[in-house]
């Protein structure tokens, strides 16, 4: 059964420093991953896509992949008190069809 | 661009009714999936839809079911609902390529069963 783990959290930062958010997957067949953020009541938005292994930047967002520890990270740098919200990973072997991990709760303290 | 719209937004049943929900994608973008979202269980995967065509289907019973119309626009039916069955349901469109597998969720529909 393909499986994405992530850790519940909540994961508590204050404002300014660096969040970073973690998850593996088991499926080996995976090519495509992708980070959202969901906020309470509101559905998910794609914030990050990463295809290859190594970094990825995108303002404040940074994707890491490792495709051979099977190993996804989101970091966030300067977090930001809206930056709280529940941070979905997920990974696809192709065709829109995407596997969601449970999703990690983030909390920024001003 | 309009983004995915999904209607209705809220949606109240009770036990053994059945249930059609809507979606219509991004303008341009031919795939459109659905999927079920719960706190027990995050987001789960029903179907994807291809140019009218299913391509994928994830692990649920066949009360759940769904189709693809000639401009893209997607309904979801279950039948004979339970009470296991309140949720939120979310439709996602994207292009539906190989190479761009990027998802947009649409705002819902949360059901509930009573």
């Known amino acids: 059964q393909k499986e994405v783990e992530q850790n519940s959290g909540p994961l508590s930062v204050p404002e300014g420093a660096i969040a970073s958010l973690n998850c593996t997957y088991s499926?080996?067949?995976?090519?495509?991953f992708f980070w959202y953020r969901q906020y309470s009541g509101k559905s998910p938005e794609l914030i990050m896509s990463?295809?290859?292994?190594g970094d990825k930047e995108d303002g404040r967002f940074t994707a890491q992949l490792n495709k051979a520890s099977q190993y996804v990270s989101l970091l966030i740098r300067d977090s930001q008190p809206s930056d709280s919200a529940t941070y979905l990973c997920?990974?696809?072997?192709?065709?829109?069809?995407?596997?969601f991990g449970k999703g990690t709760m983030l909390l920024v303290s001003p | 661009k309009a983004g995915v719209t999904q209607t209705p937004r809220y949606l109240i049943k009770t036990r053994g009714q059945q249930v059609t929900l809507s979606c219509s994608p991004i303008?341009?973008?031919?795939?459109v999936s659905w999927y079920q979202q719960t706190p027990g269980q995050g987001l789960q995967f029903l179907f994807e839809?291809?140019?009218?065509?299913?391509?994928n289907k994830g692990n649920f019973p066949g009360r759940f079911s769904g189709r693809q119309f000639s401009n893209s626009r997607s309904e979801m039916n279950v039948s004979t609902l339970e009470l296991g069955d309140s949720a939120l349901y979310l439709c996602?469109?994207?292009?539906?390529?190989?190479?761009?597998?990027?998802?947009?969720f649409g705002s819902g529909t949360q059901l509930s069963v009573l």
């Open positions: 996602a469109s994207s292009e539906g390529t190989a190479t761009n597998e990027k998802l947009f």
């Open positions: 499926d080996r067949g995976s090519q495509s």
């Open positions: 990463i295809y290859s292994n």
């Open positions: 997920a990974v696809s072997r192709g065709y829109s069809t995407l596997t």
């Open positions: 303008s341009g973008h031919r795939s």
């Open positions: 839809y291809f140019s009218e065509t299913q391509r």
